[in-house]
């Protein structure tokens, strides 16, 4: 029997109009669609994809642990890889589908990983959280000779306070709970104005404001932030 082919599709941020046609037209004619799942709570990228999954296809939830510690996540992969190959095996063509890109901070890289070496994938790109959130700001991420860096909020404080002394333009997303700790980061490094807060980028929604705007106590939740330091003369 010919074995399936496992299709990772990045949706997007948030917005279904910006699923890319390739992602749309394979989502909605496999058989098998996969997507990551908390153990409470309903599934972003499938809220997403909503719209366009056929009423006949198979869909799989894969639960994740919400958890810092790698071992528990580390063993869902396990346990989910091995649904998605009986699918496979059996010539059904699967899609994984996660919210933003599939290689950016996504679970799928971790199933990709554990089947690479048995199966067919093709790999569709999706609009990250980290251009949806320049486009809300009305600026641009980086220019010319301009150093963008990508940091995980999770980072110790140590750590980020080092790699944005060093960069023209930061992205810092995976913010959540962390906010309150991020943003003294940012209050003593002097960045506060230079500091744009986007809260569910190209989502109904969607709220654009500077970090200084924030109240003390205020905690968005799903944010990525963006610190410009305006050390290009781009214009």
């Not at 528990?72 to 699918?87: E, G, L």
Request: hydrophobic share 40%; no cysteine; charged share 20%.
């Amino acid at each position: 029997m010919i074995k399936g082919i496992l299709y990772g599709l990045g949706l997007g941020p948030g917005n279904p109009e910006l699923i890319t046609v390739k992602a749309w037209r394979l989502l909605s004619t496999v058989e098998v669609i996969a997507y990551p799942k908390p153990p409470t709570g309903e599934s972003f990228a499938r809220k997403i994809a909503a719209p366009f999954i056929p009423d006949d296809a198979t869909e799989v939830a894969l639960i994740i642990p919400m958890a810092s510690e790698r071992a528990p996540a580390q063993q869902a992969y396990d346990s989910a890889v091995k649904t998605i190959a009986d699918h496979l095996e059996n010539g059904k063509d699967v899609a994984f589908i996660s919210n933003g890109d599939p290689f950016l901070y996504s679970t799928f890289m971790y199933v990709h990983e554990r089947l690479k070496q048995r199966f067919e994938i093709e790999i569709v790109p999706g609009v990250t959280s980290l251009t949806a959130a320049a486009a809300a700001t009305r600026r641009p991420l980086a220019a010319r000779n301009d150093i963008l860096k990508v940091l995980p909020a999770p980072l110790d404080s140590d750590t980020l306070k080092a790699q944005i002394a060093t960069a023209d333009s930061v992205i810092i997303n995976k913010v959540g709970k962390h906010f309150n700790r991020v943003r003294v980061v940012i209050e003593e490094l002097g960045l506060v104005e230079n500091t744009q807060i986007v809260e569910n980028a190209t989502t109904e929604y969607e709220v654009a404001r500077p970090l200084s705007q924030i109240k003390d106590g205020e905690q968005p939740y799903f944010t990525t932030m963006i610190i410009y330091k305006g050390s290009e003369n781009w214009t």
